[in-house]
């Protein structure tokens, strides 16, 4: 075989890797929406690929001797493996009709079986695709030289072609194939491509491929290093160590960067990229320099090294995603770019060193084959066998377990103890001390000096960096987004890493927020609570009589908790992240312990697996996920997803669907609504607060008050109490959030479906750009409001109700419209009080404005340390008039850090006394202080005690009791209050920061005394 040959030979093997690529995440995507997103289901489609790679491999290093024309026997593996793969997605339509009789078996019987038939399903095309490797390597290993050594570094530089091939088989499909062709298409072209490839060779194969079959031999077994047999073990757990890095290092940066179908891709890439280079150039000469045992030993012991310097790289990565962030805050090609860069600093090096393991260890194996090409065959085998227990053990037990921090920790050693179990494979006197003291004295570093993370930061996603970005302008600093993103008064209540997600969460002064994957999914704020509470209570006001609930999505527990205030039967709630609802306990003053109610069943499943395979049939189904954006969340709001709801819900039942209102195109938006308006013959919109998010109800009976919902179900008193604590405290009330029907799209309308994921695909683009939708499609409409909540009723009393509900939620446009209306209609007198509660509401709104844009100037200048500047700027928000506790705080705050003790205490006096929960933490702590430099030492310990009674765990009393402290000269007493602040509080990097301070003889200046944010 001529040079040319061998390059056609690589040149496919490299296009065969990108195209299995493409298949793989294809039959993935497939397989998730029949199985679902669970970690079992996810397991279930890596074990069974790895399984069928394995089997594959190590057939083929089996049959390598009886394969006579090898370039052929190359070219119909990958024929077969095209033509399987263009009939997979007949094959996966049919997979539910399969398992659906198995569901009801025992669980454990059931997922047995699952993995069983995906692995029969799976086993021919991954089979194939382990197989290829062997065979192209024995078929060029054949045209080389004839030296024994050839295969090893043969099989070394075409895996790592393969790899690169996968490298480029991932971007392409992560981001043309997909999101352009759509499921199917992408399926068909990684399909043809493997047969175009196959085909190419087999035509090839009697001409310019053609090859005579001879016998390569290995070297004499007496040359063959005495501990040659232990290669297969210990490359199956590097194998097993690599999918630990690589699952450990994916759960830690996808959630900072975005955990977007992008974000999950570009990791990939990068890993595939780092291990392509690594092989490749270590299969050249410069590898076949250095001994294949030592090399093997040292990559081992670098690989744990660099992995372990990786981890401080992580503890470093939000500011670096902060940065990235800053300097492209509305441009998502740029941005993912330098994503891609980010994760590489992380990853790459580490993924080159294991990709330079594996023509080590293939060459260290060539001594005991002597067929070319088995070596390379079993080092696969046995380095895939690894991958998938490591893939196992690191998604099943130990993420789970000892965290993301540890396990990487755990695995860095493992690396080096690997380098130090292969020394028997390393020859030399000098080489086998050096690399055993050296890799002990590292196995011993490493526990004592493994970085700790800031659990807040390492949870803070994408989607509120860019968030504060924007809110901050585009030039602000690294350092300013950093403070900006960490509220002054923080806690972490609750990080889990779970099987599927990390939970995390926090309290952010008064504020609970629940965190998934660093996106924020459920809070106790405003708007939250209202979204949270609808959701629930809305479908119950249209629903007739029901008695059986299903809820997607647990959150804080608050939706279950709107529904059980009903008397229904049965709330099932399917919740896919067991610590979502570990993490729940933190919202028990919100959600009234819903767990505890007999009549709620929690199911931990993927939704749609329990609607495809459950037979039970609801009389409501509220659906709250996630943002579409995020991976895997699209499969809840598809046109197919939407048909299983339809099964399941009894004749006459109600859907609500939540839907986000934000980081969205207007196109992004209408897709979703339609896709909703064509699945159901009736549709209503509501709107939550301010419009940021949607509410659907559907059904296909048309939709009607149901009886006693006009009055908010009187014999019901707990309805009433749920929905008064979110503002709605009659029907009107409600009917202000009300917006018109959803009309079915035209024939043709683009809707999204299981195939092309378009939301999927657009919105994390969209949430990049920092598009919002201007909704401008979507009209509002008097006379559905009208026929749906108040059939029958005088016009202009409603409208004069409506009027009131908006002046209560200082919906000044609404309020105009309505009086407006009035005016149109004739009817001067009711038109003249909404005109007159408009002007009364526009001058409370122009006052608040003024206030707030003052405050905001006020508290830029005590950070910049322009004090005058601050009391400056602050007189303007006293001019317009001081009315709520947040103002009087702020004040008081600002007048407190400009050294204005008495008017920082008067105004911290008004603060405390209009009696706002939400501020007389901060208010009580801040008037202490005062108090304290106003020289009344016992009333101002008292008020800061009265602070730490009623938040024990926050940082702000022991800071400024600290500060006014050491103005007193009790710098020793200062000291101790913030050693007792760090004990309390650890994760308030302020109270170091002046610790260390206070601690120097001459202290610095710290920071500004913390200010207590705006209100949303």
């Not at 809305?538 to 279950?560: I, K």
Request: glycine share 8%; net charge neutral.
């Amino acid at each position: 075989m001529n040079p040319t040959a061998r390059r056609v030979l690589a040149a496919c093997l490299f296009f065969s890797g990108a195209a299995s690529l493409v298949m793989e995440v294809a039959w993935s995507r497939t397989l998730s929406l029949v199985l679902g997103n669970s970690h079992q289901a996810v397991a279930t489609v890596v074990a069974s690929m790895m399984t069928g790679l394995f089997l594959g491999s190590l057939f083929a290093a089996r049959l390598l001797p009886r394969i006579r024309h090898l370039p052929k026997a190359y070219g119909l593996l990958e024929m077969g493996i095209g033509l399987y793969g263009a009939l997979t997605p007949v094959i996966f339509a049919l997979l539910g009709f399969v398992l659906g009789p198995l569901y009801l078996l025992p669980p454990g019987a059931f997922l047995f079986l699952r993995f069983l038939v995906v692995f029969i399903i799976l086993l021919p095309p991954s089979a194939g695709m382990g197989a290829t490797l062997p065979v192209i390597t024995a078929a060029l290993s054949q045209s080389a030289s004839g030296k024994s050594g050839d295969s090893g570094s043969v099989g070394g530089w075409l895996y790592g072609l393969n790899t690169l091939g996968a490298f480029i088989g991932t971007l392409a499909g992560g981001f043309l194939f997909l999101p352009g062709l759509g499921l199917l298409k992408a399926t068909l072209c990684g399909a043809g491509t493997s047969l175009a490839v196959g085909t190419l060779v087999w035509l090839l194969s009697d001409s310019l491929l053609r090859q005579e079959r001879r016998e390569i031999k290995a070297p004499a077994k007496a040359k063959a290093t005495e501990g040659m047999p232990v290669v297969l073990p210990l490359y199956a757990a590097s194998g097993f160590v690599a999918m630990v890095y690589e699952i450990t290092w994916t759960r830690v940066m996808a959630p900072i960067a975005g955990s977007s179908v992008y974000s999950f891709t570009l990791i990939l890439a990068a890993v595939l990229a780092g291990i392509g280079v690594g092989s490749l150039v270590l299969s050249t000469r410069v590898g076949r320099w250095i001994h294949p045992g030592r090399g093997f030993v040292a990559g081992q012991i670098l690989l744990g090294t660099v992995a372990f310097g990786s981890m401080w790289g992580l503890q470093q990565f939000p500011q670096i995603m902060m940065s990235v962030a800053a300097h492209h805050p509305s441009d998502p090609q740029g941005f993912l770019l330098w994503e891609f860069l980010a994760f590489g600093a992380i990853v790459l090096a580490p993924a080159i060193l294991l990709g330079a393991l594996f023509p080590f260890a293939s060459r260290l194996l060539h001594t005991l084959e002597t067929e070319a090409g088995a070596d390379v065959g079993r080092v696969y085998a046995w380095n895939t066998a690894g991958s998938l227990f490591g893939s196992l053990a690191a998604g099943f037990f130990l993420v789970e377990t000892l965290g993301s921090r540890n396990t990487l920790a755990l695995a860095c050693l493992t690396s080096i103890c690997l380098g130090l179990a292969g020394l028997i494979l390393a020859p030399g006197k000098i080489f086998r001390p050096v690399a055993g003291l050296s890799a002990a004295a590292l196995a011993l570093l490493i526990p004592l000096f493994t970085p700790s993370w800031n659990v807040y930061m390492m949870t803070t996603g994408v989607t509120q960096l860019l968030r504060n970005i924007r809110k901050m302008g585009h030039y602000a600093t690294v350092e300013q987004i950093l403070a900006f993103a960490q509220a002054p008064d923080v806690h972490i209540l609750f990080h889990k890493e779970g099987k599927t997600n990390t939970v995390t969460v926090v309290r952010e002064w008064t504020d609970v927020w629940l965190r998934v994957d660093g996106k924020t999914d459920a809070s106790t704020s405003t708007t939250d609570m209202l979204t949270q509470t609808l959701v629930g209570q809305l479908p119950f006001f249209f629903a007739r009589n029901p008695q059986s609930v299903a809820v997607v999505g647990y959150g804080s527990g608050v939706t279950a908790h709107a529904i059980l205030t009903h008397p229904v039967r049965l709330v099932e709630t399917i919740e896919i992240e067991e610590q979502v609802v570990a993490a729940s306990s933190f919202f028990e003053e919100v959600n009234g312990k819903p767990l505890s109610d007999p009549r709620h069943r929690l199911i931990v499943d993927d939704a749609r697996t329990a609607f495809t395979f459950r037979p039970q049939t609801y009389d409501i189904i509220i659906s709250e996920p996630s943002n579409p954006w995020l991976a895997g969340v699209n499969n809840l709001f598809t046109t197919e997803f939407y048909s299983l709801v339809k099964r399941r819900l009894a004749p006459g039942g109600i859907f609500c669907q939540w839907v986000q209102s934000y980081e969205l195109s207007d196109d992004s938006l209408q897709v979703i609504l339609n896709t909703v308006a064509h699945s159901f013959s009736h549709v209503h919109l509501f709107g939550s607060y301010m419009g940021s998010d949607l509410i659907l109800v559907a059904s296909e009976q048309p939709i009607s008050l149901a009886p006693g919902a006009a009055a908010l179900f009187p014999g019901n008193p707990e309805v009433a109490r749920d929905l008064a604590r979110v503002g709605v405290h009659n029907l009107a009330d409600l009917a202000l959030l009300y917006t018109s029907s959803i009309r079915a799209p035209a024939s043709g309308t683009l809707l999204n479906n299981d195939d092309n994921s378009l939301i999927q695909y657009r919105a994390p683009f969209e949430l990049l750009q920092g598009l919002e939708p201007q909704r401008r499609f979507i009209r509002a409409s008097e006379e559905d409001l009208l026929q749906l909540l108040y059939p029958g009723a005088d016009r202009k009393t409603v409208l004069l109700a409506l009027g009131n509900a908006a002046y209560g939620r200082q919906a000044l446009p609404t309020l105009e419209y309505l009086s407006s209306r009035l005016q149109e209609m004739g009817d001067v007198e009711a038109s003249g009080q909404l005109r007159a509660l408009s002007d009364a509401l526009r001058n409370q709104l122009q006052r608040s404005a003024i206030v707030q844009q003052s405050l905001i100037a006020a508290e830029a200048r005590i950070a910049s340390r322009d004090t005058e500047g601050a009391v400056v700027a602050l007189a303007e928000a006293q001019a317009a008039g001081l009315v709520t506790s947040e103002e009087w705080s702020r004040a008081g705050m600002i007048l407190l850090n400009a050294a204005r003790n008495v008017e920082a205490e008067q105004a911290l006096d008004q603060a405390v006394s209009l009696g706002d929960p939400r501020f007389q933490y901060q208010s009580l702590a801040a008037r202490g202080a005062s108090r304290y430099r106003l020289g009344r030492l016992d009333e101002g310990k008292a008020d800061i005690d009265a602070a730490k009674q009623l938040d024990p765990s926050g940082a702000v009393a022991y800071l400024l009791h600290a500060i006014a402290l050491h103005d007193a000269g009790a710098r020793e007493a200062a000291i101790q209050e913030l050693q007792e602040g760090i004990r309390v509080a650890p994760e308030d990097r302020r109270l170091s920061i002046y610790l260390n301070d206070f601690l120097k003889k001459s202290p610095a200046a710290g920071p500004a005394a913390p200010s207590p944010p705006a209100t949303p």
